[in-house]
């Protein structure tokens, strides 16, 4: 399989699931599983105990769940839903859409 072409902070639109049509922004990726952490997609309940070390309440908390990377579709600048390819430019690999054409930059942290 090739290697996975969305990274962290990349925009994205799930197309498959109960979630499909939300957008988010990628917090992690879980390369080994094939899977992604996305930001306010497939919410989940957890229920926590409260530690007064650590100041946290307890109760039950949302939060993301993984999705599969087949579930996601990358979202370039135009705002359009792409696959991504790659190529070689000067003596850099860059992404780039496979819709517009356009290179997708690297963005900073």
Do not use: C, W, Y
């Not at 926590?48 to 109760?59: A, M």
């Amino acid at each position: 399989m090739a290697g996975i072409k969305i990274k962290r902070n990349d925009t994205v639109e799930v197309i498959a699931g109960k979630d499909k049509g939300k957008r988010g922004r990628v917090l992690r990726v879980i390369a080994d599983r094939d899977r992604l952490l996305v930001e306010h997609v497939m919410m989940t309940k957890k229920h926590v105990k409260p530690n007064p070390q650590r100041n946290i309440k307890g109760g039950i908390a949302e939060q993301e769940s993984s999705i599969h990377i087949s579930n996601v579709m990358l979202v370039d600048a135009e705002g359009n839903k792409t696959r991504v390819g790659t190529k070689i430019e000067g003596d850099k690999k860059v992404r780039f859409s496979k819709v517009s054409g356009n290179t997708i930059p690297e963005k900073k942290k």
